[in-house]
Structures are given as C-alpha cells and as structure tokens.
C-alpha cells in the first residue's frame, strides 16, 4: 500500500507535521487529535502578572463548542479546560502556559469507515499521501477540535491587548443571504441575540431558516465572517514579510474551511481607481492632534503598519465538507465506494468559527504588540 | 515632534523593522532602501551543486524592471544583479547565496517634498510613525524596489522546483475589465504576448487601453492577478498553522499593495452548497492509480497539503497610490496641505508585480519542498 | 517593592521566559513548575511511524527520577508519564507528542521561607527581578523538575538516532575524585554497577564514600560528566552558527547546575602544538575505503560539522546549591538573614544528571540528523 | 566519487549550510567565502535612530584584520567595509543593516593541492562529506575571513549596549604561559600594549616570545580567552534554552578553532564543596539598595539570567591547524599523500580572535537586551 501511494502520488518521503506552532514571541503551539487523551495549546511569549483563569478561558471556549444550537451539531462535549502550568495564584508567572481539554467523546465506532476511504473534500486523503498514517478518529488531528487550543490561547492573547482594544468579528453572509453593509462596529449583544452570530436580526432569521433547510435535505453552506479591531495604537506590524495584514491572512487560511481573505477594499478596491481609493489624511479635531482618513480602504493598514484607523477583514468559509447526501469516493485501496456523513456534523460552521476568528486575531496583535516593545531606543 | 507623535500616535516607543525574513528551510532574506547603495538579498537553505547564474536571475528581473513598456513607469534603470557568495564555478555551494543590484538612480530632489508630509495611502506616515525615522528617497525600505530582492530568490528558488513543476501568473483582470473564466493553464508566450501580460488578446488589449486612459487622467487602476501551478507532489505544506494556502496568503499579501488572496473557489465557494462544492475523488484512467478529483473548488489543497491537484489563487491588487492629481493631505507638523504625484510611477503595478507573485509562490513550494525532506523516517 | 526593585536592579521592566523550545526541525518546549499541576513537554517535529510507548518514555525517566539510591534525595516521586497526543496505536502520527507527569508532592509548607528570602546561588533573586513574580514552591520554574521534559523528549530522540548510534554518559568525577583515563567507550553495565553512574568500580566507591561523607556534612560536590557518541554519519552540524559543537554545548550549558563544556581536547588542548594536536586521517583498513583519523582530538567534528569519529564531550556541574549549613543571605525586604537547606535535596546532582545529559545530546543529534535531510539535491 | 562518499561516509544526501544566521530579535547573519566576490553580513532587528558610521565599524574590523603585527599572518588585506543599506544620514533606519567587504586578495595559485586533499584538522574533508562541494580557495566559508562579518556585527552591537556596559576580552594564556590570576577587568591600553592582547606585560613578552619560536620551527600554538562584562543590568537571559550562558556558550562554540568554555569557576568549580562555591547575597552600602555578591563563582548568572555581578566566562582556542610542518593525509582518492601548509597564516590566533570573542559577546548580550524588553507588562 505504501509502496503505491509512493507511486501514484510521487511521494517521495512521509513526513511529520511542522507548523503547530504560531507568532514570535507570543508563540502559540496545539497539539492533541480529536479522540486522543486530550487537546490543547502551550502559550510562550505571556507577560507575566497578567490575571488569568480557567474561568475566563472557559468563557471563550463555550463560544465555539458544540450543541450550542439547533444550527450546530447536536455532538455535546463540555470541553472542560485545565491549566497545568504558568498560572499561580490567579496571575501568570510568565513561563509557559499549558491548557488542556480532554476528549470525553470519544466513540469510534462511528469512524471505522472512514479508516478505510477518502471523504471528498476532507483531508484524509492528503494526511495518508504525507504522513502514511492517521488517527481516523473525528479526522484525528485535521479536526476542528485542534481549534480548541487556538480559542485558550486567544483568551490570553485578549488579556494582553486590554479594555483599550475592542476586536469583534460576526457573520455577514450565508450563501447569498448578507446582512446590509454596515460601517460602525456592531455591538456584541446584537451579534451574541441569535446563534447565527450575525448582528443584523432579520438577516440572522433568515440565515437560520436557510441553514435549517439545507440540513434537512443533509446539505451544508458556507458564507463570509467579517472582523473589525479598534483602539489598536499605529504602528504595529513588521514590514516587509510579517506585515500585519500577512500575518492576519496566514491566521486567517490557518483555520479550517477558509478560502479567501480581504483586508479593507479587498477585491472590489480592484474596481476603483486610485482618485477614489486613497485614503485622504485629516483632522478630525482642529484642537487634537489625532490624525485620520475621511475613508479607510486600507483597512486600518498602510505599509503592513497600522494607521490607527480600525482594522477590517473579511474571512470566506467554504460549505462543511461532511454532508448527509451520498456522494462518490476512492477507498485507500483505490477502488469506487459511495460515502454518506454519518458523523454528527455542523450544516455551517460559521457560527462556531467566530470566536476562532477572534482568536486567531488577538494572537497576531498582541504578538505584535509585544514585537512592538522588543527594539525601541 | 517625536513628543507629538508620541501623543497623537498613541506609540510607546518606535521599533526597527523586523520580518525581513521569509520561509523555514530556503530562507529569503531583502535589504535595502530604494535610494540606498543597493537592494538585494541573502538566499540561506539553497541546497549545493544547483546550476545558478547571473543570467538566470538577470531574466526574471528583466520582467519586473521599470520602464519596459509605455504602459509601467518611465524611470528606467537595468537593475543588474551581482552575486557575492554561495555560488563557485556556476553551481551552488549550499552556503548562503547574497545578491545584489546597486541603485543607479538616486536623483534625490524629486523627494524632498514627500519627507515633508504623508502622501495618501503610502506608508509615509506609518513608518513616521513606527520608526520615528525614514528614508524619504523613492519611498526607502517601503519602495517596491525591495521586491528586487525577493524576484532574485524566486529564480533560484524555481531550480529548487525543477523542470516537472510548472509555475505562471497573468493579470486576470484590471479595473472592471476581465478575461473570460478558463479552466486550463495559459500558455507562456500568450501572457507575454503585450505588455500587460494578460493571455486573452482581446482583453489584454482593452486593458492597455484602459490603463493609457487612466495615466492621461493622472489616476491609476488595480486589478487581480491569478497563479497557477501544475506538477506539483501530494503532501506538501505543514498544517496546523503552516498550511500550504497560509503561507501562500501571508506571502501574496506581503507583496505592497495587495488587499486579498483567494484560493480555489475563494469568496464565490462560499454561495455553494456543500453537494456543489466537494471535490468528488476518482481514477481518470483505470491502468494508472492515478487519484484525481473530478472538479478542483478545492484549489489543490486539502487539509492545508498539496493533493496533486494544481494548485489555483487570486491575489487582489489596489489602484496605485501614486496618481498625478492634487489630493489633500497632513504634513509631518500636521498642517493641511496639498501634494500631485511627482514622481515617474506605474498608472497599473499589475504587469510588472506578475513575476513578483510567481517568484513568491515559487518560494513558499521551494521551502516546503524542502521541509517536506526533512522528516521521512 | 517593585520599585525598589527597578531602582536597585536597574530593571527597565519585567518579562516573560521565553526560550521553553529547543531544536529546528526535532523541536521541544518544555512547561511546567516544580509543584504546579504538572511538568511536561511537547515534542513537534517527530516523523510519523516510529514504534513510541509509554513504558519506554518511562524507563528514561525513572533513571533520573529522585529518590534511586542512598546518595540522592530521598524524596521519592513516581514521575509516572502520559503521553496525550502524537501517539497512535504505539506508533507516532508525526503530529505533535504531548507528555506530561503529573506532580504528586505537592506539600508547599517546605517552601514558604524561600519566598521571602535569596537562596544564595539559586534563581530566586533572578526570577524576582527579571519576573517580579515566581513560583516559590521547590523552585518553581527553576527547580530540575523541570528536565523531566527533557529527559521524555530524549527518549524520542534516541529511537530517531536507531540502533546504528551509541549513545552513552558517565561520571567521569566528583569533586577531586576522577576515573583514570580510558580511551574507548564504557559498558553500560559498568556505567549502571553502582547509583553514582561511574562507569570504574574502584573510582565509583570512593565517590560514594565521598558524596555520603558531604552529605553528614551537610554540605555538597559537583563534578564533571563525560559523554561520548559513536555511529554518527559524517555530515551533521550546520556551519557556521549551528555547529554540532555549538549546540551541544549550549544543549549542555541550558542544564541546572553547569558551568562549563569541552569538546575533545578542550582546555587542555590549548597547551599542545599544532603538530601534536591535528589529527591524522589514515585508512584503517586497506581494503575499505573507510577515513579515519589516528587521534581525535577534535572530539568528532571538524568546522562544525561530524567527521564519522567518535563525539566526545565533557560537562562541568557546580556542587548543589542548596547545603544543610547555614549560610547567610539578604530577604526580599532587603534584610540581612540566616538560611539552611531545609528541603530534601540531592548531595551531588552528577548521577541523576546522567541522563539529562544523554537526553538533551539525543536531541541535538536528532534534530542535525532530520536537518540533514531536509535540503538534499 | 560523490559513489565513494556515500559509502565510506554513511552519508544519505549532500546538503546546503543552514545556520548561518544567530539571535532572536538582534538577527545576524553572515555570507561570503574567503576568495568570493565579498564577505559580510545582514544585520536585521537593530533599533532606529542609533548612530552608526562606517569607521566606527572599521575600527573593530581593524582589530581583527591580519597583517597587523609580527605574530599575526603577513598576509595584507585592508578589509575595507561598506554599508549597503539600514543607515541614512548617519542613523540607523530600523532596517537590515547589510554590510560588506570585498575580497581584494584573491590569488588561488596557493590553493590548487587544498583542492585535492584533505588537510588534518581543517574542514576541507567534512565540507566535502556534507556539500559535496567546496570552495578550496583559501578555506571557502570554513575560512576565519567569514568573522568579519560578526565583528561588524558585533559593532554595532556594542552601540545598543550603550556606554554603561564595558565589555572586553584578552588573551589569559598562550600554549602553557598562563597571566596571574587577576580578580578585576584589566585596562584596554594594556590589552592594546601589546600585539598579543595580553593585559599582563611580562607574561605577554613571554607570548610573543614564544609564538615567534613555534612559527620558526613551522609549527603553531592555542590558548585561552577571558572575557568581562561589567554594568549590565540583572534581567538578561532566557531560561529554560536560552540561558545567557548557554547563549554565550553557543556563540563561543561557532568560533572557527574553539574546543571549550567556562562560565565563572567552570570545571575548577568542580573541585569545590557547596559551602565554598556558593555566592553569598550582601548589601556592599547599607545606604544603597544595591545587592551583590561576596564572590562570583557564577560568573554573573543565576538560573540562566543575569544577576548584576560581571559576567566572566573563558574560551579554549586548539592551535591552529596550518602548520609549515610536512604531515601525512589522504587524498580527496583516498591515497596517503603529504602536505605541508603553504598558505600565510597566523602560528597563534588568539590576539586576532580577541576582537571576534568580544563581537559575540556584544551580540548575545543586544539581543538579550532587545528580548527583555519585548514582554513588559
């Protein structure tokens, strides 16, 4: 069998897996499969004396589990965390924090099949083709329960930005449904008012009879999360690789299911033309010495530096892979099989990917915010 | 005047520039202001004994050196590359290769003005405001001068690659005029068929049209670039947070003036049902064990790992900032004032960042090439 | 205190630790404090398929765990592991392997004192002033407990290294007690013969003599621990600032308690003449075409790189900080005050840190091997 | 041949040189070959705003340039730098500080037989064994010439250590001619006294003395390093792998010629009880909240971090490989041949390597400095 993936997919080795770990000197590392003992995150780079507690990583962390709706899967897992380390009386000690979840579910009845075939769209087939083994369990490590530890460690990450800091991101679309454009920044109880987390209410309503519908006939839909940041300082990010908005689309098509990533205008700034584009400077106080744009298609970003304004992105979420429809596949043996998601699975993942959104956010800024401090004069 | 920044900034401090560095394994590093002595680069983690010439990386400069046609600048400079290490008797010696091309224009009176004030969307007053300092020449360090660098590495970086990969980007689009949807890879000599490197003749020349309009009205225009690459192995790229998609989207929008990444179906996957959008597996030839998958939404990954499928994006790039009208802006003491493009620019960066997107991707598939080396058992 | 602290430190301000990861591709981050939940380590970079237990992670550890003999502590932990992640059905997945080791001794009352005082040549001032927060239990961060992540993460590293490559340290001596000069590698058994790990019986009775007699004395030795490689290919070690020698010893400086590191001749090859000190290359064997050198002095590498021979190095450890004598001191308040040893505590750190050093050496060659294939032609 | 290799080798591949860049946040990373096009280095992650000139890198580049004295190489060289970028009207930018010194003395005729064979104790066989390749001219990148770009690093180094920090290294022993133990940091004109930087003047006439004697009987000498640090703040380090003696170690060890290292009492230390070596906590002013240390047996850190004692730490030089003696080797064909060194250099490279000791130093310590700042609270 080895021998034949080395053939067909010109493989020339099996390799293990690099690239568990994220940021500079706020470094973020997961670890843990989906049915293993447990998942979770070690947080490196944390100031110490910052207050942190399970409570509040906790608070995060029941954003994105599951059985929160009737729009997510009905699996029920309390993903109850423990800090093992960093953490002593109530304040961090500045050394790593270690933050696990163990898997309490963890049935594998319902994954012997996938053992043995290569969902469409999943990625059973490539982690074969790489590593020449896997933990079939829930998708092993290629679940979205990796995400868990990304959430622990956005909770901390959000500590270190502070209350000056506001960082939301929400739902705009489902399929073709989209909430009206919408300049300010939602509040969070509009956006927390309906589980579909979109801050628009009839928008949402809408968003929940389409998603309920296409479970029902066992399909899935993907849509677009837009986050906005603001009270960031100016100046954060590190041209020329590791400019902010680099670092937010690498964070960005890191998590699960992405396909794109906009920063302000994003690919409708394609349609204008630089008269338009431009950002002009101003003051918005002739008593202040503030400085801001009359717009902000930048994005709150100029250079890979931030200006100041607010940071706007857009996140695109393909449809959930599993589906409840028959659909055909190879086995690893390569012969044609049918396949039918039998696995309790969200319709779409949106919902849940918010706080991961948020996340992955807070863990580029407050890395850079403290990159940020490494090198003044 | 720091005081002042200090202040309206909101900056605690001012900082060097960090993210010079880009990859794991090939390791590019770029130097240099626009204006300086020189710009180049330091290609470390190339393996030895690769053919590697001057000529070689002299050809892919050529391609995104100014003044090549009537429709980029007219400044014209040779941009021609000197190697200083890691190459003896026309092989690689594996040791760490420096390139660089000294700046031969260095006229600095067309600058004095911009070290005064903030030209609308420029990095001018981000880098005010994050270094305290900056060479106002030609935009200094974030000149895309600087991407001499990186096209120089993406030469070596295509050996890496060898003859069985297949890399080509093309402007897909400029401004609201796009070529059609086609499904295939262009060929070579149709993208550099005109100067605006776009493969369907007809648009291309709609395009240029477009693009001479736009530079008579002193404004100027964006569009999309699309990158495909062909030949590639299954198993290449590092999830959890190194996803092959990741690093393409980090790379792409480090790229000055980019504000979005787009992989397989990007934004549009996210208005198809799951049903429509899966990437059902089969055996094109039932001889070979070939394993393909009937449609590509996918974009040529799975699970963050290559699946052999060809790998497909979109980069969105802004309208120049540079455009020849009188815009408002703020001065470095905070006054309004007034300010017209000077400076020889390009009315459309897209013809000439073409190699500067193909030299990216050939970067981040160079290193993960080698990553993928490093841990077979 | 605080600012007390800024004043008579000159402190600009109080950081986090960062450098919890050591290795490039075989990379481990260790975490945890001495009395906190637990201690542990994530090893990333692991490739897939390699037969991994528990009970072999375990062996490793119980040889330096406390409380072995009558010359170490007699505190008596089981530091029994558990591997949460990584692990498949007893083989690696390549994904990252997460173990940890719960702490059970967890009685504080032993500690309080230390929080208020310096323990003279511990960490505790350090910690104080470069965190202004620690963890006084048994040392917190600081306390050896620490390298129990060490010692699992070189227990992985030894099954990379395989069967081919011997991997063995020994005391070599204790206090002014050494063995005699043997050229090639000891047994294990000899090494194993007695707890204090010398591998010359004769030698090794006197050290334990000497070690009890500190020991009712209420006082402590250190030594000089020995340790030598053989099987490594030619070949490892990444010139110039990644030498197999300079990881090594900044590998072996990273362990408590160490003061100084030799490779081959070390010190005493600065009082030799070049012509006395180069090492010869000669073929052993006519008929072979196997180089070798007629001494090695070099201790195995030649610019940075193994030349095929033995590796062979020395690490110097200080005697155990921690003494039964009163000693005096200064309180955190600055007082002048009395401490005496009260925790359990080992006489002599040399026979425990055996394996220390034999783990973090795994890790270093480990790495430089999976390096090594990483940018192959 | 590359076939011979493979087998009298064990090797699997030929690899590229990794490891040429050092530091976290003050980066430096070295290119060039001895006979190439130039050497120098890329120094990114410096402040902005700092003043730096190319004289004042010259100066140390003075220091280790040969053809300085009668007991140094007759080769010539003037080793002139140039910065290429990173600085504009005299301040630093914030950006990649690229330096570079042409390589003026580039006659190969003397290196032809290197080619061929391998010379004992040189790198020539393992650069052969891991590259497959090799620039023979005058050592390639195995060559001292490669320091230069670390000592003009290290320049600039010293400038972020800023005058509060006194950082100096000398010659404390050459072969068996050892200075008197001195307990304070001896005077630079004495260091400079004499061509030998041995502050000690009747044991540096003894040096010369006898290095002249070793050239004139065709053979070569080693010694020991001591190097200083006073006025750093305590702070500095990262433990658990970071530990600033670790660092320092790892940097030491990267120095062409180097086999051993010492932190405070080093393996003399090991030869005392702990009521001995223990560095006792005292109030040297009872009007001053000052805190120090009776003795400083550690050298200046505790725990991995700095304590505000000096750091003290020595450094083993081997004699240098090149000897006018003829001795045996083997052919890159394996035949026994003779070689006799033929090539200027230097019978003792201790006063030459004292300015490369001090310009690692200057770089662990700025990076440390940098690091610490990155994570304040």
């Known amino acids: 069998m080895q021998k034949r993936f080395e ?37 490196d ?18 954003r994105r589990r599951p059985g929160q709706s009737q729009i997510s899967t009905f ?3 309390g993903d109850e965390c423990k800090i093992l380390s960093g953490v002593f009386e109530g304040k961090t000690l500045g050394t790593p924090i270690c933050v696990i979840v163990e898997n309490t579910d963890q049935r594998s009845s319902d994954y012997d099949e996938i053992a043995k075939l290569w969902r469409p769209s999943h990625a059973d087939y490539t982690y074969d083709a790489k590593y020449g083994i896997r933990d079939p ?21 959000k500590i270190i930005l502070g209350s000056a800091v506001t960082l939301r991101a929400w739902v705009e679309s489902v399929h073709s449904i989209s909430m009206p454009l919408q300049k300010d920044m939602p509040a969070q109880e509009d956006i927390d008012a309906t589980p579909v987390r979109c801050p628009h209410k009839q928008t949402a309503l809408k968003m929940i009879e389409f998603i309920k519908k296409a479970r029902a006939e066992g399909d899935s839909v993907g849509g677009v999360i837009r986050c906005r940041i603001e009270g960031l300082p100016a100046g954060l990010g590190d041209p020329v690789f ?24 994003g690919f409708a700034g394609t349609r204008m033309f630089g008269s338009q584009h431009n950002d002009i400077f101003y003051r918005p106080d002739s008593n202040s010495e503030r400085v801001a744009t009359r717009t902000n298609n930048a994005g709150g970003v100029l250079g890979g530096i931030t200006s100041g304004q607010p940071l706007d992105f857009k996140v695109a979420f393909k449809p959930t892979a599993t589906i409840a429809k028959e659909q055909s596949t190879l086995s690893r043996e390569l ?20 706080p991961i959104v948020e996340a992955m956010a807070a863990i580029v800024l407050a890395d850079a915010l403290l990159a940020q401090k490494a090198v003044r004069i």
Do not use: W
């Not at 780079?45 to 029941?62: A, F, N, R, T, W």
């Not at 369990?137 to 990450?157: C, D, L, N, W």
């Not at 908005?245 to 960005?252: F, G, R, T, V, W």
């Open 45 to 62: 780079g944390c100031p110490p004396m910052l207050p942190v507690s399970q409570e509040q990583i906790q608070k995060d962390l029941d």
């Open 7 to 43: 053939r067909n997919l010109r493989i020339l080795c099996y390799e293990t897996q690099m690239g568990n770990t994220f940021g500079r000197i706020f470094r973020v590392t997961t670890f843990g499969e989906s049915h293993g003992a447990a998942v979770g995150c070690i947080i």
């Open 242 to 265: 590791d400019r902010i908005e680099a670092d937010l689309a690498k964070a960005m098509l890191s998590i699960p299911a992405t396909k794109g990533f906009e920063i302000g205008s």
């Open 137 to 157: 369990r829930g998708g092993g490590r290629s679940s979205a329960r990796e995400t868990i530890g990304r959430v622990a460690a956005g909770a901390v990450a």
């Open 335 to 354: 012969a044609d099989v049918k396949v039918i998601g039998k696995g309790r699975h969200d319709p779409c993942v949106l919902p849940r990917a918010v």
């Open 75 to 77: 699996r029920n897992e």
